[in-house]
């Protein structure tokens, strides 16, 4: 009897097994046809869009099998994001097809689309073929709240591909934010560059330190329109950033271009506050920015050109930022200046002055770690114009930064151009041949470098400073008319 009461029991599990077995067990192989890869797009926060996936399966029934579709990457496609799950299929020929795949379980990502049977991850992937899917991310950052709300004062884009992939904020928030280094299983091994070609509010941004603005123009502290936000986000005059993108479907080489116009605060004392900034002045000079990404990510251009808004002559005065990462090995990060043979670490407050021969590069890499290393990586910044020395405000643990120094004039007819580019990779030859072509570029169309114009210089024109109109008002006050007509001749020699 207990015998059969077993068997019975066996019986029965058997039969609950075989009711809960996924319906798609039938199928063994599938295939993602569509899109075709590697296919390369940005997942857009500010107005989500998804994907469309289409493909086949040898299904033995097509009307009851369904499909999750899969995303693979990491050690032996050991991670895996959904796109879409339980997907059915056409009765008729057992294909699949989804018009809305959801792309931001995969941005930030490289990954191979698979269509696996659905509720299960089969442990050969082979038969299941599938596309590379290279998805990035952008959002638009604006003022929240008070009488700027929705003004534009940042951006972040993030462009992935293949083998590199790197993430941008605005002129005055990021630069070149983040450089990452993919392995051949799309992993993310190492953060190279950490923030390079941007402008912080103040020229030690780690330390809170500073004494000025990384940006002057005129003699005079001035801001990005990001700084300026953070600043007093409620005053007047806080002028919109505008940017825009373009994504190479095919290579997924990206463009972004930004226009930034630079302000001041009527008080001039530093650092900048409510109080000191209750408003915002126009400085005359507006920034446009733009970037590329290119070689497969491994590639970054940011050419800066400065423009007369007024009609003026304006000079400027910058320290652009540079921070470097490599895995978080700020103390061992080693640098070779122009000039320099061999690298060599720095420590808060080292001043490099090197050849002011350019176009020329900085290569950088960790020290003792072996060419190759994926955990590191090694780089290099080629720039196109004059930009010692370097400074180093910031040495630590993590990450190791300095500024560069440049200057320039702007004109009414002729507007300065400044351009960095950096490269990273694993391998030093490949560092060296991607900053090679760099140089070339910059060699092939230099720096625009502009002249004072022939004749009288044209200088800015300087706001009403209300010191002669209050001086004849106390004027006014004297009792006596030989003291009044002294008094309102030393106030007619003061600045209106």
């Not at 290579?251 to 004392?269: A, D, F, M, Q, R």
């Not at 930009?387 to 643990?397: K, L, R």
């Not at 030093?428 to 910059?442: H, K, M, N, P």
Request: net charge negative; charged share 15%.
């Amino acid at each position: 009897m207990a015998s059969g009461l077993k068997r019975a029991a066996l019986l029965a599990v058997a039969g609950l097994a075989l009711s809960a077995a996924p319906a798609s067990a039938a199928i063994t192989t599938s295939s993602v046809t569509s899109p075709a890869g590697p296919a390369f797009q940005i997942y857009n926060e500010d107005t989500p869009n998804t994907i469309a996936v289409a493909g086949s399966t040898n299904s033995s029934a097509p009307a009851t099998d369904q499909v999750d579709l899969q995303c693979f990457y990491g050690p032996s496609s050991s991670t895996h994001k959904a796109v879409a799950t339980n997907v059915p299929l056409n009765p008729s020929d057992g294909g699949f097809s989804i018009a809305d795949g959801d792309l931001s379980q995969v941005q930030f990502h490289a990954c191979t689309l698979r269509a696996v049977p659905a509720g299960s991850i089969p442990g050969d992937l082979t038969p299941f073929t599938g596309q590379v899917l290279a998805v990035g991310h952008r959002e638009t950052i604006r003022v929240s709240g008070g009488p700027n709300d929705g003004t534009v004062q940042d951006y972040y884009v993030h462009a992935q591909q293949l083998s590199a992939a790197a993430d941008y904020d605005s002129y005055g928030s990021c630069g070149l934010c983040d450089a990452y280094l993919l392995n051949s299983e799309y992993s993310q091994t190492t953060t190279t560059f950490f923030g390079n070609d941007w402008f912080p509010l103040d020229d030690s941004p780690s330390t809170s330190g500073g004494t000025r603005s990384p940006i002057r123009v005129d003699g005079a502290d001035a801001y990005s329109v990001r700084r300026a936000a953070h600043t007093n986000p409620e005053a007047s005059g806080l002028p919109a950033l505008t940017y825009g993108y373009s994504l190479d479907p095919s290579n997924g080489n990206l463009t972004i271009t930004e226009s930034n116009p630079i302000v001041k605060c009527p008080n001039p004392s530093f650092p900048p506050n409510e109080t000191t900034c209750p408003n915002f002045l126009g400085s005359g000079v507006t920034v446009n920015r733009t970037i590329t990404q290119e070689s497969g990510g491994h590639l970054v251009f940011i050419t800066d050109r400065y423009l007369s808004t007024d009609g003026q002559q304006h000079s400027l005065d910058l320290l652009p930022e540079n921070f470097q990462d490599f895995n978080q090995n700020g103390h061992t990060v080693a640098y070779k200046f122009p000039g320099e043979s061999s690298f060599s670490t720095h420590v808060s407050g080292d001043v490099v002055a090197f050849s002011d021969s350019v176009p020329a590069a900085i290569y950088v890499n960790v020290q003792g770690s072996p060419d190759g290393t994926e955990s590191t990586g090694e780089g290099a910044i080629v720039l196109d114009r004059p930009a010692s020395p370097a400074t180093f405000d910031y040495v630590y643990q993590s990450a190791s930064q300095f500024q560069f120094h440049q200057t320039a004039l702007v004109t009414s007819s002729c507007s300065p151009s400044f351009s960095f580019a950096y490269a990273s990779a694993y391998q030093a030859a490949f560092v060296a041949s991607l900053a090679q072509g760099a140089i070339d570029r910059f060699t092939g169309s230099p720096a625009t470098v502009c002249a004072p114009p022939s004749g009288p210089a044209s200088q800015p024109q300087a706001g009403p400073t209300g010191q002669r109109a209050a001086a004849l008002k106390k004027c006014k006050k004297k009792r006596k008319p030989q003291a009044r007509k002294k008094c309102r001749k030393r106030a007619k020699r003061l600045p209106v």
